[in-house]
């Protein structure tokens, strides 16, 4: 942006928000930039241009948002919304420039309504900080996603974000009553908070998952639980991942809903419970837990635990699972940080790597799986180091969420890294949606993975397509998420 437009630009912004609430400073850019992305650090640490914003902007009301989305919309600048930055799928990149909307001062829990359970909220809120706020009064968010300490209610509405313990309380996308959107032009969309309706189509679920390409989401009406009477949790051991995968799908069918089921294939068990936690004994290793009142969670775990036993799983009892309960954050936030190599490794000791979360029916779980793995192998095998594995962590009555890792290292100098990490995406989401997967079951499709959504449902991205053009005629809105190009 040349410097007379942009004089002019601080100008009307700084009115809105405050002096204090511009930032124009080349750090303050590049910290926005590089954020959780992969593709920017990459650059970064190449010594190649990141893309940069010329104003991250922090405001603090809805007001305020709206108002400067009109003089983006007046002016046809790009603006891309941001929560704290960690989801690496890039929809928080400000690949053209032009405003960040920063949302983290937009933090207030505004009113908890104890008798119809809900709690209204600023979407800059954190995610650890409304929680422990609703403790504090006896309740639960019940969504409690790894990234507990790095996001903002508005990440987790935009990217359908989904938590620990998404089995027994849902998705985000089933915990909300209602929104409050600033569209483009600056009108401003607000729903009422209702558990249900037959008033037309759910304008609540057309906002949750755009990724800030139909608006920002300024406030939201959460349902909350009280917060449970029993909380437990248990290991289990199967001989293999396919006996897993079937007890946990009985369990489903029988209604006994857990809170939480996380089915470590072989590889996974053997890396993450042998090598780091010490559990000796290989096959495939099941955490259960279940929340609630406390005859009712009995039942259930004697329930679970019966059908396990059935297909061949060994209880190692709720020692070990009230270990991972304690420890889950353990991964991204270990606590004794001694041990530097481990710490650099668990951080960022791979050239490439990247996670496909994906959701399929249960009579092709085990094939597409199978079929990632051997693929992977196949194409980088005896290329690079590499490893890949994988959880099954978020189930329905239906069918499952798998969470495949794989990592990538020693590539060459005169290899591009950034092609190896699209070749791996390549191989892997095509897989997915051969077996009647999706692009992504939890963190969002962002700029990474546009290219495959038209894919996905017949005729629906085309849908989007023609929704966005009618909200954002100036495509200003985070344009390039969603696969959407220069609508
Ligand atoms: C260590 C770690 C663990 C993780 N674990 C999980 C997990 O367990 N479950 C899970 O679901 N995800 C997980 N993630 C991914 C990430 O935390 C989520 O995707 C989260 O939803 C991002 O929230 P954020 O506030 O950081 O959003 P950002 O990264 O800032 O933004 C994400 C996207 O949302 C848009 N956006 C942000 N705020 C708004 C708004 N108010 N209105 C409209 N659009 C908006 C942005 O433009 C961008 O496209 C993890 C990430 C990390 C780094």
């Not at 809805?62 to 989801?87: C, W, Y």
């Not at 979407?123 to 903002?152: K, M, R, V």
């Not at 401003?188 to 759910?202: E, F, K, L, Q």
């Not at 396919?242 to 799908?249: P, W």
């Amino acid at each position: 942006m040349s410097e007379i437009p942009r004089a002019l630009l601080y100008d009307e912004l700084t009115n809105i928000v405050g002096r204090e609430n511009v930032i124009e400073e080349r750090e303050e850019g590049i910290a926005h930039s590089l954020n959780r992305n992969w593709f920017t650090r990459t650059l970064w640490s190449e010594n190649r241009q990141v893309p940069l914003p010329s104003f991250v902007v922090y405001p603090e009301s809805t007001e305020q948002v709206s108002d400067v989305l009109q003089i983006a919309n007046r002016e046809k600048i790009p603006v891309t919304p941001f929560g704290m930055g960690s989801s690496g799928m890039g929809g928080n990149v400000p690949v053209d420039g032009g405003i960040i909307v920063d949302t983290k001062k937009m933090d207030e829990l505004i009113k908890v309504n104890e008798e119809s359970l809900s709690a209204t909220i600023q979407t800059g809120i954190g995610s650890w900080e409304y929680e422990e706020s609703l403790n504090d009064l006896g309740y639960t968010s019940g969504h409690l996603p790894a990234s507990q300490f790095c996001s903002t209610y508005g990440g987790f509405l935009a990217l359908r974000s989904a938590g620990r313990l998404s089995t027994g309380y849902g998705k985000i996308e089933d915990m909300v009553l209602g929104i409050e959107v600033a569209l483009p032009n600056g009108e401003i969309v607000r729903t009422r908070p209702v558990p249900a309706h037959a008033s037309g189509p759910d304008l609540n679920q057309l906002f949750i998952g755009s990724e800030g390409a139909f608006g920002i989401i300024t406030q939201a009406t959460m349902k909350i639980h009280p917060y449970p009477e029993e909380r437990r949790f248990r290991a289990i051991i199967f001989p293999d991942f396919s006996s897993g995968l079937q007890a946990v799908r009985k369990i489903m069918r029988k209604d006994v809903t857990p809170s939480v089921a996380r089915l470590y294939t072989e590889e996974e068990t053997a890396r993450t419970f042998k090598d780091t936690w010490g559990v000796e004994k290989e096959g495939s290793y099941l955490i259960i837990g279940f929340d609630g009142v406390e005859e009712l969670v009995e039942q259930k775990e004697k329930i679970a635990l019966r059908i396990c036993e059935k297909e061949n799983g060994e209880d190692l009892g709720s020692e070990k699972g009230e270990y991972w309960w304690e420890n889950r954050y353990g991964d991204y936030y270990p606590k004794d940080r001694s041990d530097t190599e481990k710490w650099q490794s668990l951080l960022g000791g791979y050239q490439a790597a990247g996670t496909v979360t994906t959701c399929v029916p249960y009579d092709k779980a085990e094939v597409a799986y199978k079929e990632m793995r051997r693929s992977f192998k196949e194409k980088f095998e005896g290329r690079y180091k590499n490893w890949i594995h994988a959880h099954f962590s978020h189930w329905y009555k239906t069918g499952t969420m798998f969470y495949v890792r794989w990592y990538i290292r020693e590539i060459p100098e005169e290899e591009d890294t950034l092609d190896v990490y699209n070749e791996a995406w390549s191989t892997l989401v095509p897989i997915a949606l051969k077996h009647e997967g999706v692009v992504d079951h939890h963190h969002g499709i962002g700029r990474l993975l546009g290219r495959f959504l038209s894919k996905q449902d017949k005729g629906g991205h085309e849908v989007l397509r023609s929704i966005k053009k009618a909200i954002d005629p100036n495509n200003i809105m985070n344009p390039g998420v969603l696969g959407l190009g220069k609508c």
